[in-house]
C-alpha cells in the first residue's frame, strides 16, 4: 500500500525566510503532484511533476521530484504572508488513473 | 470556461438517512474523482470514472456508490449515514488520467447529526 509523508506537519516562518517542505512515499509513482488549500476552501493545484529531476517554479515556490529516493520537496523562498495555507502532496500512478493517495498536509503560517 | 461545481455546498443530515452528492466536470474532461476529506487531513479516494465506468475504488464501505452519466456528471450516493461520515466531499476532473493535473470543486460540507 502507497504510503505518503509529508514534514513538517506545521511550519511556522517569518517573512523572508526560506523553508522546504519534503514528501516522501513509499513505492514507485510516475506522477506528483502539489496542492494548496486554505482554510475551509478545497484545493488548488500548483504543480504536477512527472519525471525524475523535474523541477518546476511559480512564484515563490519551487518543487522538484528525485523518483530514485521516492521524494519531493516544495521549496519557498523569502516567504509572505499570502502564502499561509495548508500545503498537500499527492501521488498517483498511471495504471490507477484518478487515484491520489495524499500526505497529511503541511500547515505553513507566514508571520510578519 | 465554468470550473467543476459541486452540488450542494453545504448538507445537514440525520444518522440513518441517504445522501446524493453531484458533480460537473470542466468541459472536455472524461474523467471524475471522488475523495473524502475530515478534517485535519489529507483528501482520502473513494472514487474514479472515466466514460462512465468505473475504474477505481478506495477502501470505503458498501454504503458508498457512485456513477457517471453520459454528460459525464457525476453523483456520488453515501447510504445509511453515521456520524462519522461528516466531512467535506470533494470532486476532481482531469484531461488524460491525471498527466496535466487534476481540478477540484469547492467540494459538498456534510454534517451527520
Known amino acids: 500500500e502507497l504510503k505518503v509523508e509529508q514534514n513538517p506537519l506545521f511550519l511556522s516562518m517569518q517573512e523572508g525566510k526560506n523553508y522546504t517542505i519534503y514528501c516522501n512515499y513509499s513505492?514507485?509513482?510516475?506522477?506528483l503532484y502539489w496542492y494548496r488549500q486554505d482554510p475551509g476552501k478545497s484545493l488548488e493545484s500548483l504543480f504536477v511533476l512527472l519525471s525524475n529531476g523535474a523541477v518546476k517554479q511559480e512564484g515563490r515556490l519551487m518543487a522538484s521530484l528525485d523518483t530514485k529516493a521516492r521524494l519531493s520537496t516544495l521549496h519557498i523562498t523569502a516567504a509572505v504572508h499570502d502564502l499561509s495555507a495548508t500545503y498537500f502532496c499527492a501521488v498517483g500512478l498511471n495504471t490507477n488513473a484518478g487515484k491520489s493517495t495524499f500526505g497529511d498536509g503541511t500547515t505553513l503560517t507566514v508571520k510578519p | 470556461d465554468a470550473g467543476v461545481t459541486q452540488s450542494p455546498t453545504h448538507l445537514i443530515k440525520t444518522r440513518g438517512q441517504h445522501v446524493t452528492l453531484r458533480c460537473s466536470p470542466i468541459?472536455?474532461?472524461?474523467?471524475v474523482s471522488w475523495y473524502q476529506q475530515v478534517l485535519g487531513q489529507g483528501p482520502q479516494f473513494i472514487f474514479q470514472y472515466y466514460e462512465k465506468e468505473e475504474r477505481g475504488r478506495g477502501n470505503f464501505p458498501d454504503r458508498f456508490s457512485a456513477r457517471q452519466f453520459p454528460n459525464y456528471s457525476s453523483e456520488l450516493n453515501v447510504n445509511a449515514l453515521l456520524l462519522g461520515d461528516s466531512a467535506l466531499y470533494l470532486c476532481a476532473s482531469s484531461l488524460e488520467a491525471g498527466r496535466y493535473g487534476y481540478t477540484f470543486g469547492s467540494g459538498t460540507r456534510l454534517t451527520v447529526v
Open positions: 468541459s472536455g474532461h472524461k474523467s
Open positions: 513505492t514507485t509513482s510516475d506522477r
